[in-house]
C-alpha cells in the first residue's frame, strides 16, 4: 500500500542539494546498511514521503516494515536517528500524534516515512528490534 494521505499536508522539508551517506542498523540482527542517497534521484518510490529516510532504506534494501504504506497513519516504521537529526525536518503534529503508539519512544523518534534529510550530514537510524503492527500480531 502507498499513495497519500488525504488527511494531512505533505511534509514540510527542504529535499538535499548534495549526496549524503544513509546508515540503517536493524537492532534485532545487528546488520548495518549504508547507501549513498543521490538527490537528482528522488523519490526513489512511492512508499514515504519523496526523499523521506524510508524512501531511501527501502532502495538501499533495508528491511523497515511500513503496514500504512508510508502514509503517517500508523508507527510501523518507528525509528530511532541516533545520527543527523539535526539535518532532518521538524515532526508534524500528525507524526507526532502516530508517535505516540509506537513503543520504546526516544527524544530521537520518527517515522521513515516522514523523516527527510536535508543532505548537510550523514544521517544514520536505527530500526528497533520490535514495532507495533497490529495486522501481523496475533490477537
Not at 76 to 96: F, K, L, Y
Not at 101 to 112: D, H, Y
Amino acid at each position: 500500500m502507498g499513495g497519500e494521505n488525504p488527511y494531512m499536508a505533505e511534509a514540510e522539508a527542504e529535499l538535499p542539494s548534495k549526496p549524503y551517506k544513509l546508515t540503517v542498523i536493524t537492532e534485532e540482527t545487528g546488520e548495518r546498511i549504508t547507501f549513498t542517497v543521490e538527490p537528482d534521484k528522488l523519490p526513489y518510490g512511492d512508499e514515504g514521503q519523496p526523499g523521506s529516510i524510508l524512501d531511501a532504506a527501502l532502495e538501499a534494501g533495508a528491511d523497515i516494515d511500513h503496514a500504512c504504506g508510508g502514509v503517517c497513519a500508523c508507527s510501523t516504521c518507528h525509528i530511532v536517528v541516533r545520527e543527523g537529526m539535526e539535518a532532518t525536518n521538524e515532526a508534524s503534529d500528525d507524526e507526532e500524534d502516530q508517535l505516540d503508539n509506537a513503543p520504546a519512544l526516544t527524544p530521537n523518534s520518527r517515522l521513515a516515512c516522514q523523516c527527510i534529510p536535508d543532505g548537510s550530514t550523514d544521517i544514520v537510524v536505527e530500526v528497533p528490534a520490535w514495532n507495533r503492527n497490529a495486522v501481523q500480531e496475533e490477537h
